[in-house]
């Protein structure tokens, strides 16, 4: 088995010469590969080798309270000690004051070495983020602190049994109770809602305030800390760890809030507005660890298919079936990359909103699916070997599965693009995307896929059912994104540190270019 490796070269090629990441006020490039660099052997050497016995071993429920895998405490400890936590808090409240660029970083890295620590870290700086945004100055001096040391983890409590993508059904109910709140419900899918690794969790929890009737209007954002301040434990409790395809050591929770005590983030009935800061962030980093994934099963198979042999001495990767095959892998990670980093910079930068919403689910959308068919391609260049746990290319399939359903399923994301985004502000979202599309160099590839886009938007604009096409069209733009980011590859190939492969993976995308034609016939046949 391959030892996890972080691809710091590829991370900082597409931030430095692919995205323009520059282009941030605060972003500094030299400080980015530092802190990358470290990252990167801190992950490599504490978190990634507790992942596969982490797998093996995976959470508990005793005596209702959970336990995680032995070795995750000592990580998280070391995690915490060396200041990972608060990397993007402000430096007010004992953070880095570091911007999201370098959090989007370690994220990606994180996942690849472990998406269950990941997923046990990661929803903390979107915590902060949120009182940030939302809370009083009295909530940020009591909230912010113990998150940015590592005592607290933060996790979002949104789901519930019938009330998924669909938050206008949520029942959990929150009470006014003097200068508090109570809270009491049961809320399910919550990522480490409960775990042994820190003091204490700041559960964000959506709770129904208003009226049935009012739907997502009628909800409110609330903080729920597992420890009140006397020390003794709120009125939340684990109900059951769900039994999972993947992320074993990653305790999916249900929870029961029987009369918790909590405090009112924002204003009532701005619950979901507030949420929006979390899961916006959210969806990029899961588009990211769908990019980790695909990283490290080309990582792996690469390694197996050099030292593979078969036929006359030669090793399988150079065989051109098994050639494809790893390209194609690593043309999914490296265009995903990209595509998620241009998401990113241009959020960070606040310039474009509308590029930003429309980019958002696309990358989510894009990028999961790219995390599985590039787990089900390495596993066929293993041929056996990756249908065993041998070499772990199956965990990769397994953990990464679930991102095309969290945050939003790929579908529901498909629905929102070709319905919602199509009809706001007249298309200012797809607008934005075709100014962002005709801005770049040109390239036979990217004008087959845009002129393919444009003749099915203007097919969607005349009122054409979106539900059965929608997810051909996600497809189709995500194409033509794709197509987009590689002329920028290709065009930076001499700085990165391999342009050879660069420019025989850039070859590889080009020929694809065909595939848009077959989406929109899709689209349009009908």
């Given at each position: 088995m391959k030892p996890f490796s972080a691809p710091v070269d590829d991370i900082l090629f597409s931030l430095n010469h692919v995205v323009g990441a520059e282009r941030l006020e605060h972003y500094d490039a030299e400080l980015t590969a530092e802190l990358t660099g470290h990252f990167a052997a801190f992950a490599e050497g504490v978190i990634a080798p507790i992942d596969e016995p982490g797998d093996r071993e995976g959470a508990r429920l005793i005596d209702g309270r959970v336990r995680l895998p032995q070795g995750y405490k000592d990580a998280f400890t070391a995690f915490a000690e060396q200041g990972w936590s608060g990397l993007t808090a402000p430096e007010e409240f004992g953070g880095q004051g570091l911007?999201?660029?370098?959090?989007?970083?370690?994220?990606?890295?994180?996942?690849?070495?472990?998406?269950?620590?990941?997923?046990?870290?990661?929803?903390?700086?979107?915590?902060?983020?949120?009182?940030?945004?939302?809370?009083?100055?009295?909530?940020?001096?009591?909230?912010?602190?113990?998150?940015?040391?590592?005592?607290?983890?933060?996790?979002?409590?949104?789901?519930?049994?019938?009330?998924?993508?669909?938050?206008?059904?949520?029942?959990?109910?929150?009470?006014?109770?003097?200068?508090?709140?109570?809270?009491?419900?049961?809320?399910?899918?919550?990522?480490?809602?409960?775990?042994?690794?820190?003091?204490?969790?700041?559960?964000?929890?959506?709770?129904?305030?208003?009226?049935?009737?009012?739907?997502?209007?009628?909800?409110?954002?609330?903080?729920c800390p597992s420890d009140l301040a006397d020390g003794t434990r709120n009125a939340v409790r684990v109900t059951r760890i769900e039994e999972k395809m993947g992320l074993h050591a990653q305790p999916t929770c249900q929870l029961a809030f029987d009369g918790a005590s909590a405090e009112l983030v924002g204003v009532e009935g701005g619950?979901?507005?507030?949420?929006?800061?979390?899961?916006n962030h959210a969806r990029i980093e899961v588009a990211l660890q769908g990019v980790a994934h695909a990283a490290r099963a080309w990582d792996i198979a690469t390694a197996y298919a050099a030292e593979r042999v078969q036929g006359r001495e030669m090793t399988i990767d150079q065989h051109g079936d098994v050639r494809r095959m790893l390209d194609e892998i690593d043309a999914l990670a490296l265009g995903g990359r990209a595509m998620t980093h241009l998401a990113l910079v241009t959020m960070e930068a606040g310039d474009d909103p509308w590029l930003v919403e429309f980019l958002t689910p696309v990358v989510k959308a894009h990028c999961s699916e790219a995390g599985m068919r590039a787990a089900e391609t390495a596993m066929q260049v293993l041929g056996g070997y990756g249908y065993l746990e041998e070499y772990r290319v199956s965990q990769i399939y397994r953990d990464v599965r679930i991102a095309a359903i969290y945050e939003g399923t790929n579908g529901i994301h498909a629905m929102g693009v070709a319905g919602r985004l199509l009809r706001l502000e007249n298309g200012a979202a797809f607008d934005a995307f075709a100014r962002f599309v005709e801005a770049q160099a040109a390239s036979p590839g990217l004008a087959r896929g845009y002129a393919a886009w444009k003749t099915a938007r203007a097919?969607?604009?005349?009122?054409?059912?979106?539900?059965?096409?929608?997810?051909?069209?996600?497809?189709?733009?995500?194409?033509?994104?794709?197509?987009?980011?590689?002329?920028?590859?290709?065009?930076?190939?001499?700085?990165?540190?391999?342009?050879?492969?660069?420019?025989?993976?850039?070859?590889?995308?080009?020929?694809?270019?065909?595939?848009?034609?077959?989406?929109?016939?899709?689209?349009?046949?009908?």
């Open positions: 911007d999201g660029v370098i959090g989007a970083v370690v994220s990606e890295i994180e996942s690849g070495a472990s998406q269950a620590f990941n997923m046990l870290v990661d929803l903390t700086p979107g915590s902060i983020r949120t009182v940030l945004d939302y809370g009083t100055d009295d909530q940020k001096a009591r909230f912010i602190p113990p998150m940015v040391e590592g005592r607290w983890l933060g996790t979002m409590c949104l789901t519930e049994p019938g009330a998924g993508s669909d938050l206008g059904r949520v029942r959990t109910r929150a009470v006014a109770d003097g200068d508090g709140w109570k809270i009491s419900g049961e809320k399910i899918f919550i990522s480490g809602g409960d775990q042994d690794i820190s003091e204490g969790i700041f559960h964000l929890v959506l709770a129904r305030t208003g009226a049935p009737e009012d739907g997502v209007k009628g909800l409110s954002l609330f903080a619950g979901l507005k507030a949420m929006f800061t979390l899961m097919h969607l604009e005349t009122g054409a059912d979106a539900g059965p096409v929608a997810a051909a069209f996600l497809r189709l733009t995500a194409r033509v994104l794709e197509q987009a980011m590689w002329v920028r590859i290709l065009a930076a190939a001499d700085h990165h540190p391999d342009p050879a492969r660069i420019r025989r993976v850039a070859a590889l995308v080009a020929r694809q270019a065909g595939r848009a034609e077959a989406d929109l016939f899709e689209i349009t046949a009908g």
